[in-house]
């Protein structure tokens, strides 16, 4: 259902030199909290992350996870 679902975007910008062929790894941490409303928020969880380089995407990661 869409009403069960949840969407929250994080803007972040990290500044490195990287040259062509390097690879720079980017710390992302995402935190579902324990109780919303006083309920535990169970169920599946997709977390996509959007690499941009100039405003553009170059490439995208997705992570599934589960709380129980």
């Known amino acids: 259902m869409d009403g069960d679902r949840a969407k929250r ?3 972040d910008q ?4 990287i040259g062509p062929g390097e ?3 980017i710390p992302i941490q995402m935190t579902i ?3 919303v409303s ?3 928020p169970s169920g599946k969880y997709t977390i996509t992350v959007h690499v941009l380089l100039k405003d ?6 997705i992570v599934n996870t589960v709380v129980k």
Do not use: H, L, S
């Open 9 to 11: 975007e994080y803007w």
């Open 14 to 17: 990290y500044k490195a030199n």
């Open 23 to 25: 690879t720079y790894e």
């Open 33 to 35: 909290p324990e109780k």
């Open 38 to 40: 006083g309920i535990r």
């Open 56 to 61: 553009v995407k170059v490439d995208t990661k």
